[in-house]
């Protein structure tokens, strides 16, 4: 069957091969965020990045440029959404930027591999 469904200003439309495909796709659209957890800002949109080869799939605030990564499945069958995923700020590699945002996390991690 048809499906329909907008996430955003983005209408996607696709086939559904049963009631069990049509709740796993709108699950899935319907569990993204439409706002920015770090700004509150909901400019956001749906981002993909290669860096070093590796997939990055995200939703993007234009406002203050964190994103929430979205996951993808290992054996290829799709994507997912961790609903606590957190808007947060990478370097362009797709690794966290360490020098700004992330207030959070404010101890600083020791190494004490030499004890
Ligand atoms: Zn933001």
Request: glycine share 6%; charged share 35%; aromatic share 12%.
């Amino acid at each position: 069957m048809e499906i329909q469904f907008k996430y955003l200003n983005i209408t996607f439309k696709g086939v559904a091969k049963s009631q069990q495909d049509v709740f796993r796709k709108v699950a899935f659209w319907s569990s993204l965020p439409t706002k920015c957890t770090a700004c509150n800002s909901t400019n956001v949109r749906p981002d993909h990045r290669t860096p070093k080869d590796y997939e990055f799939y995200s939703i993007r605030c234009c406002d203050c440029g964190a994103e929430c990564k979205i996951g993808e499945r290992k054996d290829n069958k799709g994507m997912f959404f961790r609903e606590d995923e957190k808007f947060e700020k990478f370097s362009g590699d797709g690794e966290k930027r360490t020098s700004e945002g992330n207030q959070e996390r404010s101890a600083p991690e020791e190494e004490d591999d030499d004890f």
